[in-house]
């Protein structure tokens, strides 16, 4: 289970010289190609598979306290522990382990699911076995035969941590549930429908044995829809505002179903429809554990269409109270937790926002400057928060400065950084002016920000920061050809780029010409790409 990121709105890269950080988008805005790695898609084959980074972004969590606060508070699993106290200090099972005939009603009681008298329905006796049996899963009890050959459950050694609230107990038991309930989800939903007629076949035929591998196939396929239908909400809970996390139902399944640059066809849109309906009981049961918040599929709409199953999309659009009874889903905190934890389980680096901004201003704009998925302008606002303006826009200046690899980045994410710090960094910025590394940007940081008495750099200066701000964008888009065709079509190239090239290539910078050859590749002008190969030519024969 994982996500390759795309490059992220949020990103450096989403902005040129003296531009805005582009608006956060949602998955949605994005085809599933550019958000799971679709590597075919983009024309990678099997062996680029093995050396392909995938990259999963990072979320917000709230505390293990927050979280096992939520896990206690999650019916099923407090049923759960309420049934494992019960067995104390040991009682009677049959000999499969389940409650005995007369302990199923009074189980039912003790949960709160029926009545203290009168008849208890047979769905209330249903669930509470349904919470024996996830006690039994999760070894909240502990099944054995005494001397005389009663078989009895006990309470199992994390009960009573589970009951304290013991966060590392609660959540590994939590957990555990999760992945309980996400494999009997799949598993039912490759089950025959209600109703529908089995071939009867000899146990051990050829058609027993191809009915068990369809089951198999089936019970694939389901589990893999649902794992990637948790991904999509994955990114979708780390790219979203606050608030706007929840996914309409046939969002989530044309994300799935809909190619990239493709507008939904009428067979397209019957995919959706059935990835919606296969979809539907799977979040149900992963809701019932607090995993998802979900708003299943209103079931008159069947009704509606003649027991046909319903359409998402027509022709008119549909209002929001309409849109929502086809269906609505967010991951919970808890349900971010979990799939990040099978993330890890699966050997993904599965970063949290904050990991990177816990040391001094050095050791923030290193770590984001050289991760691959990170969401820079969210770590820079967790280091930056509940520091003094002043004294940090020093730190970051200074940090910002050398020569090494990164440099340029660093500087990028400096700016980044003054930019959510705003007018109280002023003082700190005018006290660089001169700096050679550091001069040219805060001169146009200044005057991007309306101060007044903006000295005008010189042209040094000048040119070392136009090497300089490409070469960020040359570390931070990774080599992305279209992303850098926008910085190199931006150069501030005159009409005789000659001269303008004779000029930039003598630049002492340790990217001068790394920041020349790409832009004698990438340049749609055929007379300035060719200026800049003769530059770059020229600047590595200096050194």
Same mark, same amino acid.
């Given at each position: 289970m994982a996500g390759r990121r795309r490059k992220n709105p949020d990103n450096p890269s989403a902005t040129g010289p003296g531009?805005?950080? #582009?608006?956060?988008l949602l998955p949605a805005d994005f085809a599933l190609e550019d958000? /799971?790695?679709a590597f075919a898609a983009h024309g990678a084959d099997d062996e680029d598979l093995d050396d392909a980074a995938v990259l999963v972004p990072p979320v917000r969590l709230p505390s293990e306290q927050e979280l096992t606060? &939520?896990?206690? *508070?999650?019916?099923? %699993?407090?049923y759960a522990l309420k049934l494992s106290r019960w067995t104390a200090p040991h009682r009677a099972v049959d000999e499969f382990g389940d409650l005995t005939e007369a302990d199923r009603e009074p189980a039912a009681r003790l949960?709160?699911? *029926?009545?203290?008298?009168?008849?208890?329905?047979?769905?209330?006796?249903?669930?509470?076995?349904? *919470?024996?049996?996830?006690?039994?899963? %999760?070894?909240?009890?502990?099944?054995?035969? +005494?001397?005389?050959?009663?078989? =009895?459950?006990?309470?199992?050694?994390?009960?009573? $941590?589970?009951?304290?609230?013991?966060?590392? +107990? =609660?959540l590994e038991l939590w957990l555990t549930a999760a992945g309980i309930v996400r494999e009997l989800a799949a598993e039912a939903d490759s089950l025959p429908a209600e109703g529908e007629e089995e071939d009867e076949a000899e146990e051990g035929s050829e058609e027993d044995e191809?009915?068990?591998?369809?089951?198999? &196939?089936?019970?694939?396929? @389901? #589990?893999? %829809?649902l794992d990637e239908a948790l991904q999509v909400l994955y990114e979708t809970t780390a790219f979203a505002e606050p608030g706007t996390e929840t996914v309409p139902l046939g969002v989530l399944a044309a994300l799935l179903v809909v190619p990239e640059g493709e507008e939904p066809s009428e067979e397209l849109l019957g995919?959706? +429809?059935?990835?919606?309906? @296969?979809?539907?009981?799977?979040?149900g049961? %992963?809701?019932?554990?607090?995993?998802? *918040? /979900?708003? $299943?599929?209103? $079931?008159e709409l069947f009704d509606e269409e003649d027991g046909e199953t319903p359409a998402p999309a027509g022709d008119e659009p549909l209002d929001e109270a309409e849109s929502a009874r086809f269906g609505l889903v967010r991951l919970t905190p808890l349900g971010v937790y979990a799939v990040r934890q099978w993330l890890l389980e699966d050997g993904y680096d599965a970063p949290l926002v904050g990991e990177l901004a816990q040391g001094d201003a050095a050791e923030l704009l290193t770590a984001v400057a050289e991760s691959a998925n990170v969401l820079p302008e969210e770590e820079i606002r967790e280091w930056l928060d509940g520091r003094e303006p002043l004294p940090a826009a020093r730190e970051l200046l200074v940090a910002a400065r050398g020569t090494? +690899? /990164?440099? $340029?980045?660093?500087r990028l994410l400096c700016r980044l950084a003054l930019d959510q710090l705003g007018s109280p960094a002023e003082p700190a910025v005018r006290e660089v002016l001169d700096d050679p590394e550091l001069g040219g940007a805060a001169r146009a940081w200044l005057a991007a920000a309306g101060a007044a008495d903006v000295p005008a750099p010189e042209r040094p200066m000048v040119l070392w920061t136009v090497v300089d701000t490409f070469a960020a964008h040359l570390l931070d888009s990774g080599g992305d050809a279209g992303t850098l065709r926008d910085l190199v079509t931006g150069l501030p190239v005159t009409d005789n780029p000659a001269s303008y090239f004779g000029e930039l290539w003598r630049v002492d910078h340790p990217n001068t010409a790394d920041v020349l050859d790409a832009v004698g590749e990438l340049h749609l002008d055929r007379q300035v790409a060719k200026e800049a190969r003769k530059a770059a030519f020229k600047a590595r024969s200096k050194n």
């Open positions: 531009e805005q950080p #582009a608006e956060s958000l /799971y790695g606060a &939520e896990a206690l *508070a999650v019916p099923m %699993l407090g949960l709160g699911l *029926a009545a203290a008298e009168g008849e208890v329905a047979e769905e209330e006796v249903v669930e509470a076995m349904r *919470a024996w049996s996830l006690a039994c899963d %999760l070894d909240l009890v502990e099944i054995g035969t +005494t001397a005389a050959g009663e078989h =009895v459950a006990i309470p199992g050694p994390d009960l009573e $941590p589970a009951e304290q609230g013991d966060p590392e +107990t =609660v191809a009915r068990l591998a369809e089951v198999e &196939e089936s019970r694939d396929a @389901a #589990a893999e %829809l995919d959706i +429809t059935d990835v919606m309906v @296969a979809l539907d009981p799977m979040l049961d %992963l809701a019932e554990l607090g995993l998802l *918040a /979900y708003r $299943p599929i209103d $079931p090494d +690899t /990164y440099a $340029p980045l660093r």
